[in-house]
């Protein structure tokens, strides 16, 4: 029986939730039924991390700007590799491949929503609108995803499914010695708490709230710690925040790191003070790694977490109710304990990788039957 073939496309193939839902897909489809491979507009260190899996991937290269023999590329890539299913992954690969698809004769299309974008973009629901017809599937990581699509876009009820990301919960177990470890190399004392914080330096994410709840945090700041694993645009602000005043004494940035679990065996807790989400994947991995999530009380975030019984969410933009929050955990081991017990329960029963994977594989399959 011949393997259907699919084609991955995303935007860019920095590390970021979009471009590891991507990898754990394309690694852990059967390869028995699956031919996939993986294209992107832009590279990243995930091409790195897919080539090493054996995931034959191309970088394109191409701008923000559409580039028209970059286009014609694209068509070529799915001409020659034989597509018979493309599969976009945000606005910009979506734009592009849908364009591409039609150059190339791709019978099908589908095309996946991570995040309930909170700007104004109209644009790119009038672009769902249009080409509507050319996309069999829009599929969504959250039931919160994909009301706000469907509310912007106006695209009937059929066209959408939703299948959450997944973490691979096994993976995440706490290791009590990789704890020790990494607690002695950042001296963090026996009765200090350190709170993680994991994902884009960005204005989205809530970094800026973050900091402004670190230094609201005062003279309790000596009894909590924070590390900070991520990169993007306002790492600049971060490093002057670090540089001086209580931010020097509270927090420690890690840079990019490639594996999150050392970091989140070592914490006592997730701070996630996004201003939107789409699903929240850092807050379901340290969910899986048995933390207790402190978080906004947002649409994506809330589809993960339960507030009061895996998590503690107060509202966006709100620092000090974020330090509140931060300090009432911080006090509370028995509380951290419950909270995080609960998490990792919840991820395993509802955000198992193997459900992804498996709901991917049965939807590429029932779309490719007229192929």
Wanted: net charge positive; aromatic share 8%.
């Amino acid at each position: 029986m011949e393997r259907l073939r699919i084609c991955q496309l995303i935007t860019e193939l920095a590390p970021a939730g979009a471009e590891r839902c991507v990898y754990e897909l394309a690694r852990r489809l059967d390869r028995r039924r699956f031919d996939v491979r993986v294209a992107a507009l832009r590279g990243g260190a995930v091409a790195d991390w897919l080539a090493r899996q054996g995931i034959p991937v191309h970088v394109l290269g191409l701008g923000w700007r559409l580039d028209v023999r970059k286009l014609a590329k694209l068509a070529g890539l799915l001409r020659a590799w034989r597509v018979q299913l493309l599969h976009t992954h945000l606005f910009h690969a979506d734009l592009a491949g849908r364009l591409a698809a039609d150059l190339a004769g791709v019978p099908r299309l589908v095309h996946t929503v991570h995040t309930v974008e909170a700007r104004f973009r109209p644009w790119q629901y009038a672009f769902a609108r249009l080409w509507a017809g050319r996309c069999e599937r829009v599929i969504c990581v959250s039931a919160s995803a994909r009301r706000a699509h469907a509310r912007r876009s106006g695209l009937p009820a059929w066209r959408y499914c939703v299948i959450p990301n997944g973490v691979d919960v096994a993976a995440f177990g706490p290791d009590p010695a990789v704890r020790a470890e990494m607690r002695r190399q950042w001296g963090i004392g026996p009765g200090q708490v350190l709170a993680a914080y994991a994902g884009r330096l960005d204005y989205d994410k809530g970094l800026d709230v973050l900091m402004s709840a670190v230094g609201r945090l005062g003279p309790r700041g000596g009894e909590v710690r924070v590390v900070i694993a991520g990169q993007g645009p306002l790492r600049g602000a971060l490093e002057k925040f670090i540089a001086c005043g209580e931010g020097g004494r509270a927090c420690r940035y890690l840079g990019f790191v490639e594996d999150i679990r050392p970091m989140l065996w070592a914490a006592d807790m997730l701070v996630a003070p996004s201003r939107w989400e789409g699903f929240g994947l850092a807050a379901a991995e340290a969910m899986a790694a048995g933390l207790p999530v402190v978080g906004t009380r947002i649409a994506g975030l809330s589809d993960v977490v339960a507030d009061g019984r895996t998590a503690v969410l107060v509202g966006p933009e709100d620092a000090f109710a974020l330090a509140e929050a931060i300090w009432r955990l911080a006090r509370d081991a028995p509380l951290r304990q419950r909270l995080g017990q609960a998490g990792r329960e919840r991820v395993a029963r509802l955000f198992p990788i193997s459900a992804n994977v498996a709901a991917h594989e049965a939807l590429y399959e029932q779309l490719a039957g007229g192929v």
